[in-house]
């Protein structure tokens, strides 16, 4: 997992509440495993008409929010199913921030794991961030600070220091397992001296 420290971007803003999973990344694409080429598919029952062509007031469709590396949404964002599809889709289209008032809870633990930064606040405070948007102006996010930087403003934020820490060095579910291999083939190698029989073919 790549890591994430710092992030400067013009923000897309999504004004939709309780946007779940399924219109993240639609049940149609969940065949694939791989966390790659899912970007394209992206919102697609309301990014693309019935002939699969790009709708044009679609802001993720639109120069220069097509290349937004941060989204802007309405509360409840990622209800509905645990698909982890979601995160992937957001990530493979370059969208590697979510700012929002709340989020389901998986989708928000999710994010984490796939090196997305998901950020809670208030509905005052992403007003004033519209604003950037408005404009096409980028903003600034600074993890390690846990703030947003936008004119000569500035905003604080709050995450988890377990998960900034898995953000801050690319750690997901497997990297942190692996930091832990010594104490595994330490353990293993106890319980076979101990227990030998169960090794047996």
């Known amino acids: ?3 994430f420290n710092s992030l400067k971007s013009i923000p897309a803003y999504l004004p939709i ?6 219109m993240i990344i639609p049940k149609q694409f969940l065949k694939t495993i791989k966390r790659t080429g899912l970007g394209k598919n992206l919102f ?3 990014r693309y008409d019935n002939d699969g062509k790009e709708i ?3 802001v993720l469709n639109q120069e220069p929010y097509n290349k937004s590396k941060i989204l802007i ?3 409840n964002f990622g209800c509905g199913s645990s698909r982890e599809h979601a995160p992937w889709a957001l990530a493979d289209f370059g969208i590697t921030c979510v700012i929002s008032s709340s989020y389901a ?3 928000y633990n999710n994010c984490f794991k796939n090196g ?4 809670v606040l208030e509905e005052e405070k992403i007003k004033e961030l519209l604003e950037y948007f408005k404009r096409k102006q980028e903003i600034s996010i600074d993890l390690n600070e846990e703030k947003i930087f936008f004119g000569n403003k500035e905003i604080k934020f709050e995450i988890d220091s377990f998960k900034k820490k898995c953000l801050l060095e690319g750690l997901d579910d497997i990297a942190l397992s692996l930091e832990k291999e010594e ?12 227990k030998p029989w169960i090794f047996n073919d």
């Open 105 to 107: 809870d998986i989708f």
């Open 73 to 75: 949404t309405g509360k």
């Open 44 to 46: 697609f029952e309301i």
């Open 56 to 58: 044009k007031d679609f």
């Open 183 to 194: 104490k595994i083939f330490s353990f293993e190698k106890n319980l076979k001296n101990q």
């Open 17 to 22: 509440m309780n946007i779940d999973t399924d």
């Open 116 to 119: 997305i930064l998901p950020i």
């Open 1 to 3: 997992m790549k890591k």
